[in-house]
Nanobody, 121 residues
Framework: QVQLVESGGGLVQAGGSLRLSCVASGSTFRLRTMGWYRQAPGKQRELVARISSGDLSRYADSVEGRFTISRDNNKNTVYLQMNSLKPEDTAVYYC???????????????WGQGTQVTVSS
């Protein structure tokens, strides 16, 4: 069983920056794709960014060029650096641990509890 614990959310003005962190338990961190999802009120959860075990990364169009995902396998931690934040980035952000590079959510995915990011205009 893997536990994921996010931190780093908060309230920031538009144009500001935040860095989210997610620490994973267990010994399989380096083997799994790590991702950040977000869910705004009344909307479906969406994939924001993901990074493979080999450091390949992909981003949603809405955050490309503003967000950067990275991982530190020695610390079992994945990060999401968010710059030039916009009010539409307001959401609960969830860390995800996934087997493989596809984006199909499966029963062996692990999720963090979520961290709130609020961007004021």
């Amino acid at each position: 069983q893997v536990q994921l614990v996010e931190s780093g959310g908060g309230l920031v003005q538009a144009g500001g920056s935040l860095r989210l962190s997610c620490v994973a338990s267990g010994s399989t961190f380096r083997l799994r794709t790590m991702g950040w999802y977000r869910q705004a009120p009344g909307k479906q959860r969406e994939l924001v960014a993901r990074i493979s075990s080999g450091d390949l990364s992909r981003y949603a169009d809405s955050v490309e060029g503003r967000f950067t995902i990275s991982r530190d396998n020695n610390k079992n931690t994945v990060y999401l650096q968010m710059n030039s934040l916009k009010p539409e980035d307001t959401a609960v952000y969830y860390c995800n641990s996934h087997r493989g590079w596809d984006t199909i959510i499966r029963s062996d995915d692990y999720w963090g509890q979520g961290t709130q990011v609020t961007v004021s205009s």
